[in-house]
């Protein structure tokens, strides 16, 4: 089951890394997800990462701000997001889904989801 840290306050223009960790051996098995919900808004895909490390794909209102990374030999993912803006305040929730080419961006891909965690860009 993943698990997101690293949400806070944060003014516009400026950064955090969240972080997703998953108990086991088999989280190098896995393409991670980060999707993001906002309140009165659905669920959004934002970035995935494939098990390998190298096939990304971001959501293009974040392309050029966030960067997705991962670690297998400590079972972390990463979500750098940098420039942000208050219309990325959500929560923000960590899934692991099926090891396939292409990458896949849709939330029934993803098998296990994290409990998210808030964040929030003021103005």
């Known amino acids: 089951q993943p698990a997101e840290s690293g949400g806070t306050l944060v003014q516009t223009g400026g950064s955090l890394r969240l972080s997703c960790t998953a108990s086991?051996?088999?989280?190098?098995?896995?393409?991670i997800g980060w999707f993001r919900q906002a309140p009165g808004k659905e669920r959004e895909f934002v970035a995935a990462i494939a098990w390998t490390g190298d096939r990304t794909v971001l959501t293009n209102s974040v392309k050029g701000r966030f960067t997705i990374s991962r670690d297998n030999a400590k079972n972390m993912a990463y979500l750098q997001m940098d420039a942000l803006k208050p219309e990325d305040t959500a929560v923000y929730y960590c899934?692991?889904?099926?090891?396939?080419?292409?990458?896949?961006?849709?939330?029934?891909?993803?098998?296990?989801w994290g409990q998210g965690t808030q964040v929030t860009v003021s103005s």
């Open positions: 899934a692991a889904g099926r090891a396939v080419i292409p990458v896949k961006i849709d939330a029934y891909e993803f098998d296990f």
């Open positions: 086991g051996p088999t989280f190098g098995n896995y393409n």
